[in-house]
């Protein structure tokens, strides 16, 4: 805890001759882009231009974050499988127009998580394990997989689908991809024909934005460029200097206050440009805020402090204004839209008194906000406003509801397919969604209530994914998990040396019994993967060819410039070796029909899986057509913007934004619900005084699976950290760095606190996601009942002090990060 982190003080610079690849950031929805260059150890390029790769002359000093300054973190030196060793640099594209050279504390750090046998990386697997001898060992990718097709073979056709559950990736980026979803969606879809399957951070399989889908609006309707144009930015839920940073620093920043942008006027030729201005919708004072604030001072971006959950009636009051100040776009709700009078009735339905009372919000304040959304410039020309929301409103009080009242305050005032307009989301993860059809209804079944009860599901696989931590009422997952799996332990403790018939009729038998039988398909040996059966060592970002989109559906190449440790296979791989044997077994019992679902799956490259996924992605925003790797390649990391309407001369041409054309859109009317049976009952509780909000922390990446080998990470986040307001901490006897303990019915976590006024006196904010500490003990089972999407958001608990930690103090600092 007290360890200094003494990082490397030189970096060797890329001599002329490097390999170079082209690549995208791994992490968020941004999607940087990134060159690779890797050379053989013991050599180096010099300093002047022509002595190096990047044609840099290092005898002067180069700025950072300007892609030609290359950190300590962006390099490593790797083995390939043949032994041999590499330098490798991983450096943001200066020529990338996204990221023009610029990175996050996130994205400039990839040296530091390649793998290497000498570095805090050496511990990914390596090779597949099997539970046996009461732990975790070693075996071979044959024995795993005959073992793991044996065990959903028989439950399969004992039990039916529905006994095989998963919870799989189904994003872009590191961890995922058109080529790996594909192949799963492959798998349980077309082949075992699932039900019970969800996704990574979610309890079902759903959209994140039924809402917006069902008012026709694709999830991410604008470009980057928008953000550039728009006369008002409204970020509801949404941490963007945090979570988005790139996208925020290098496009909805410069647009603030009085930026003048060429494009601006050449876009929209004799129209004015107000002074972009921001509004915020958050419970608490992020960075966002205080950063925006001090970019382009406080006349321009309005920090709406709601209570948290609350959002519906404040979208909704904000429509009612709107449409009685005249502002709402007229034409474009004639021409574009249906279902106007319902939605109508909804927001005048809800009094403005009513409206104040829940959210916190004052008249004035939404007065401002309505004004600067929808009132018509000094020109009468309309403001164009872009709507972006991420996970304070998906994962808030109620997704489909929501997401709906923010969708409809964007066709009441026309804001779709303009210039400098939109409605969509962020954000989280890039995007390579591509599967045949889910087998199940709306709304989907929550696989994780189901594995908790026991019964149900008898196999869970597990991918890309550390539910006992991410999961909604994490602490009785957990409890759950360990009580079936440990079942199956028992069962296969009672066959050393069995045969593999011999095991799998031990395992049934424990399955029988509510045993649960797990897989885990990770990159490193996760807490999750602790009470696996079988864990499965996948390849990671770099060590496959892959291909994703960003938030303004940017398709790029993921190029492999490294081999993956030890005998790891790229997902796909895995899925497919499952199939095989699948496919084999039952056509050797004769079953053809059975054995047919599983063909298919005889790729020899990435490639031909991408080229396969295409079919899964027909007429949706990604649709990339008949997009091909050397065509991608050629357009290096600037890529194309999907959906590709044709191929020309060899060249995908994409699409900037969408719904420039006449498409129609539908108001789904959205009430104020009231809070959920769980929540009412923990406010109604005197035990449980304190809102808990939560999210991300700008230096973290999810459950920190890379950060933990980042210790310059880890030094400034030893334990997750809990924001308290200093009048709640004063009256708990609670100081910086101590550590506290939340509690409520579903759970109890510990933290470190914070001391700092970012949130209102009783309410707290926690970072989401922390290996030693999971908040999701704390949150609820409510799902929305429409689309079973969580409210992750929201729970309330007692907060005790446990005591002081000594050495926090003397290494942390606890400067509020909420101040520019
Ligand atoms: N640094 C970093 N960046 C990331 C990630 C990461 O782990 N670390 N993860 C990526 C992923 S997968 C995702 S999904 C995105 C998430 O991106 P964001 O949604 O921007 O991030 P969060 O911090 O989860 O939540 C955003 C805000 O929601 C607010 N909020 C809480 N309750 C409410 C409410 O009731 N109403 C409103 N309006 N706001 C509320 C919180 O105070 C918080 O500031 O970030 C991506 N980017
Ligand atoms: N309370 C609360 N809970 C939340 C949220 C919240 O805001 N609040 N947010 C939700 C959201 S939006 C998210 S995204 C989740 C995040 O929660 P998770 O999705 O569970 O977290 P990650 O850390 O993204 O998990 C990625 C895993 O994939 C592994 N991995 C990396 N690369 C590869 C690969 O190539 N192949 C395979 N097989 N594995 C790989 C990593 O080691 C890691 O274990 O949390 C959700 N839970
Ligand atoms: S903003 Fe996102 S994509 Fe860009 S470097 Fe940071 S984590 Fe990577
Ligand atoms: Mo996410």
Same mark, same amino acid.
């Given at each position: 805890?007290?360890?200094?982190?003494?990082?490397?003080?030189?970096?060797?610079?890329?001599?002329?001759?490097?390999?170079?690849?082209?690549?995208?950031?791994?992490?968020?929805?941004?999607?940087?882009?990134?060159?690779?260059?890797?050379?053989?150890?013991?050599?180096?390029?010099?300093?002047?231009?022509?002595?190096?790769?990047?044609?840099?002359?290092?005898?002067?000093?180069?700025?950072?974050?300007?892609?030609?300054?290359?950190?300590?973190?962006?390099?490593?030196?790797?083995?390939?499988?043949?032994?041999?060793?590499?330098?490798?640099?991983?450096?943001?594209?200066?020529?990338?127009?996204?990221?023009?050279?610029?990175?996050?504390?996130?994205?400039?750090?990839?040296?530091?998580?390649?793998?290497?046998?000498?570095?805090?990386?050496?511990?990914?697997?390596?090779?597949?394990?099997?539970?046996?001898?009461?732990?975790?060992?070693?075996?071979?990718?044959?024995?795993?997989?005959?073992?793991?097709?044996?065990?959903?073979?028989?439950?399969?056709?004992?039990?039916?689908?529905?006994?095989?559950?998963?919870?799989?990736?189904?994003?872009?980026?590191?961890?995922?991809?058109?080529?790996?979803?594909?192949?799963?969606?492959?798998?349980?879809?077309?082949?075992?024909?699932?039900?019970?399957?969800?996704?990574?951070?979610?309890?079902?399989?759903?959209?994140?934005?039924?809402?917006?889908?069902?008012?026709?609006?694709?999830?991410?309707?604008?470009?980057?460029?928008?953000?550039?144009?728009?006369?008002?930015?409204?970020?509801?839920?949404?941490?963007?200097?945090?979570?988005?940073?790139?996208?925020?620093?290098?496009?909805?920043?410069?647009?603030?206050?009085?930026?003048?942008?060429?494009?601006?006027?050449?876009?929209?030729?004799?129209?004015?440009?107000?002074?972009?201005?921001?509004?915020?919708?958050?419970?608490?004072?992020?960075?966002?805020?205080?950063?925006?604030?001090?970019?382009?001072?406080?006349?321009?971006?309005?920090?709406?402090?709601?209570?948290?959950?609350?959002?519906?009636?404040?979208?909704?009051?904000?429509?009612?204004?709107?449409?009685?100040?005249?502002?709402?776009?007229?034409?474009?709700?004639?021409?574009?839209?249906?279902?106007?009078?319902?939605?109508?009735?909804?927001?005048?339905?809800?009094?403005?008194?009513?409206?104040?009372?829940?959210?916190?919000?004052?008249?004035?304040?939404?007065?401002?906000?309505?004004?600067?959304?929808?009132?018509?410039?000094?020109?009468?020309?309309?403001?164009?406003?872009?709507?972006?929301?991420?996970?304070?409103?998906?994962?808030?009080?109620?997704?489909?509801?929501?997401?709906?009242?923010?969708?409809?305050?964007?066709?009441?005032?026309?804001?779709?397919?303009?210039?400098?307009?939109?409605?969509?989301?962020?954000?989280?993860?890039?995007?390579?969604?591509?599967?045949?059809?889910?087998?199940?209804?709306?709304?989907?079944?929550?696989?994780?209530?189901?594995?908790?009860?026991?019964?149900?599901?008898?196999? /869970?696989?597990?991918?890309?994914? *550390?539910?006992?931590?991410?999961?909604?009422? @994490?602490? &009785?997952?957990? %409890?759950?998990? $360990? =009580?079936?799996?440990?079942?199956?332990?028992?069962?296969?403790?009672?066959?050393?040396?069995?045969?593999?018939?011999?095991?799998?009729?031990?395992?049934?038998?424990?399955?029988?019994?509510?045993?649960?039988?797990?897989?885990?398909?990770?990159?490193?040996?996760?807490?999750?993967?602790?009470?696996?059966?079988?864990?499965?060592?996948?390849?990671?970002?770099?060590?496959?060819?892959?291909?994703?989109?960003?938030?303004?559906?940017?398709?790029?190449?993921?190029?492999?410039?490294?081999?993956?440790?030890?005998?790891?296979?790229?997902?796909?791989?895995?899925?497919?070796?499952?199939?095989?044997?699948?496919?084999?077994?039952?056509?050797?019992?004769?079953?053809?029909?059975?054995?047919?679902? /599983?063909?298919?799956?005889?790729? *020899?490259?990435?490639?031909?899986?991408?080229? @396969?996924? &295409?079919?899964? %992605?027909?007429? $949706? =925003?990604?649709?990339?057509?008949?997009?091909?790797?050397?065509?991608?390649?050629?357009?290096?990391?600037?890529?194309?913007?999907?959906?590709?309407?044709?191929?020309?001369?060899?060249?995908?041409?994409?699409?900037?934004?969408?719904?420039?054309?006449?498409?129609?859109?539908?108001?789904?009317?959205?009430?104020?619900?009231?809070?959920?049976?769980?929540?009412?009952?923990?406010?109604?509780?005197?035990?449980?005084?304190?809102?808990?909000?939560?999210?991300?922390?700008?230096?973290?990446?999810?459950?920190?699976?890379?950060?933990?080998?980042?210790?310059?990470?880890?030094?400034?986040?030893?334990?997750?950290?809990?924001?308290?307001?200093?009048?709640?901490?004063?009256?708990?006897?609670?100081?910086?760095?101590?550590?506290?303990?939340?509690?409520?019915?579903?759970?109890?976590?510990?933290?470190?606190?914070?001391?700092?006024? $970012?949130?209102?006196?009783?309410?707290?904010?926690?970072?989401?996601?922390?290996?030693?500490?999971?908040?999701?003990?704390?949150?609820?089972?409510?799902?929305?009942?429409?689309?079973?999407?969580?409210?992750?958001?929201?729970?309330?608990?007692?907060?005790?002090?446990?005591?002081?930690?000594?050495?926090?103090?003397?290494?942390?600092?606890?400067?509020?990060?909420?101040?520019?």
């Amino acid at each position: 805890m007290s360890a200094i982190y003494h990082g490397d003080d030189r970096v060797p610079i890329p001599p002329s001759d490097a390999q170079q690849f082209s690549t995208v950031c791994s992490y968020c929805i941004v999607g940087c882009g990134y060159k690779v260059y890797k050379w053989p150890l013991g050599k180096e390029g010099g300093a002047l231009p022509h002595q190096n790769a990047l044609q840099v002359d290092y005898t002067k000093q180069q700025p950072e974050q300007s892609g030609t300054w290359i950190s300590p973190a962006m390099h490593n030196v790797i083995t390939e499988r043949n032994g041999r060793r590499f330098n490798v640099v991983v450096l943001p594209d200066k020529d990338c127009i996204v990221n023009k050279g610029n990175h996050s504390v996130r994205g400039g750090t990839h040296g530091d998580v390649l793998y290497a046998s000498d570095r805090p990386t050496a511990d990914r697997l390596t090779h597949p394990q099997l539970y046996r001898g009461g732990g975790q060992f070693p075996t071979t990718w044959d024995e795993a997989i005959e073992l793991g097709a044996r065990v959903i073979k028989a439950s399969l056709d004992k039990w039916g689908p529905d006994t095989i559950a998963m919870k799989f990736f189904d994003h872009g980026g590191g961890g995922g991809g058109f080529e790996n979803n594909w192949a799963v969606g492959k798998f349980f879809f077309t082949g075992i024909g699932t039900k019970m399957a969800s996704i990574h951070n979610r309890p079902a399989y759903n959209s994140e934005v039924f809402a917006s889908g069902d008012a026709g609006i694709a999830p991410l309707p604008s470009a980057y460029l928008d953000a550039e144009l728009a006369d008002t930015i409204m970020l509801i839920g949404a941490n963007s200097y945090e979570t988005q940073s790139i996208y925020f620093l290098e496009h909805i920043l410069p647009n603030l206050g009085g930026a003048t942008i060429d494009q601006k006027q050449r876009l929209i030729p004799g129209e004015t440009h107000a002074s972009g201005k921001l509004i915020v919708v958050d419970p608490r004072r992020t960075a966002t805020v205080a950063v925006a604030e001090a970019h382009a001072g406080k006349e321009n971006v309005l920090h709406l402090q709601i209570n948290n959950g609350t959002d519906i009636a404040l979208l909704n009051a904000l429509s009612r204004l709107i449409y009685e100040q005249r502002w709402a776009d007229q034409n474009f709700i004639t021409q574009r839209t249906n279902n106007f009078p319902a939605f109508q009735q909804v927001f005048q339905s809800q009094s403005l008194d009513e409206a104040i009372r829940l959210t916190g919000i004052s008249k004035a304040q939404m007065m401002t906000a309505a004004e600067w959304i929808a009132k018509p410039k000094a020109d009468t020309a309309r403001r164009r406003t872009l709507f972006l929301y991420e996970k304070g409103l998906i994962w808030g009080l109620k997704n489909y509801e929501n997401v709906a009242s923010a969708v409809d305050l964007a066709l009441l005032t026309g804001n779709l397919g303009k210039p400098g307009t939109g409605c969509g989301r962020l954000g989280g993860h890039q995007e390579g969604y591509s599967r045949p059809a889910y087998p199940g209804q709306r709304p989907p079944v929550n696989v994780d209530e189901v594995a908790i009860k026991g019964g149900a599901s008898k196999v /869970f696989w597990v991918a890309g994914c *550390n539910p006992v931590g991410g999961t909604l009422n @994490a602490q &009785s997952f957990r %409890v759950a998990l $360990a =009580q079936r799996t440990a079942l199956v332990n028992q069962a296969l403790g009672s066959t050393n040396g069995g045969s593999l018939d011999e095991k799998v009729s031990a395992i049934m038998n424990a399955l029988d019994k509510g045993g649960l039988f797990l897989i885990v398909q990770d990159i490193y040996p996760i807490e999750t993967a602790q009470y696996a059966h079988l864990v499965l060592p996948a390849a990671q970002w770099g060590e496959m060819n892959l291909t994703s989109i960003n938030g303004e559906r940017r398709l790029r190449l993921y190029q492999k410039f490294m081999d993956a440790p030890g005998i790891a296979e790229p997902d796909w791989k895995i899925m497919a070796r499952m199939a095989h044997r699948l496919e084999s077994a039952y056509r050797a019992e004769g079953k053809t029909e059975m054995a047919a679902r /599983f063909a298919g799956f005889a790729w *020899n490259t990435d490639e031909e899986v991408f080229r @396969a996924a &295409s079919a899964g %992605v027909k007429g $949706a =925003q990604e649709d990339y057509g008949e997009t091909t790797y050397a065509m991608l390649q050629a357009l290096g990391t600037n890529g194309v913007q999907t959906p590709v309407q044709e191929i020309r001369n060899g060249v995908p041409m994409g699409t900037t934004r969408l719904y420039t054309d006449d498409k129609m859109f539908t108001f789904i009317p959205a009430p104020w619900p009231g809070f959920p049976r769980q929540i009412q009952t923990l406010i109604d509780d005197a035990r449980y005084p304190f809102w808990v909000n939560n999210g991300r922390a700008n230096h973290g990446w999810q459950t920190l699976y890379d950060d933990l080998r980042k210790p310059y990470v880890m030094g400034r986040e030893p334990l997750p950290h809990v924001e308290i307001h200093p009048q709640d901490a004063g009256q708990l006897g609670i100081t910086n760095g101590e550590l506290v303990e939340l509690f409520n019915p579903y759970g109890s976590v510990t933290a470190m606190a914070v001391i700092v006024d $970012a949130n209102a006196p009783g309410h707290v904010f926690m970072l989401f996601e922390h290996p030693k500490g999971w908040l999701n003990n704390l949150t609820t089972d409510y799902v929305d009942p429409a689309t079973t999407i969580p409210y992750y958001k929201g729970t309330k608990a007692g907060i005790r002090r446990i005591g002081g930690l000594p050495g926090m103090n003397e290494c942390l600092s606890f400067v509020p990060t909420n101040r520019a």
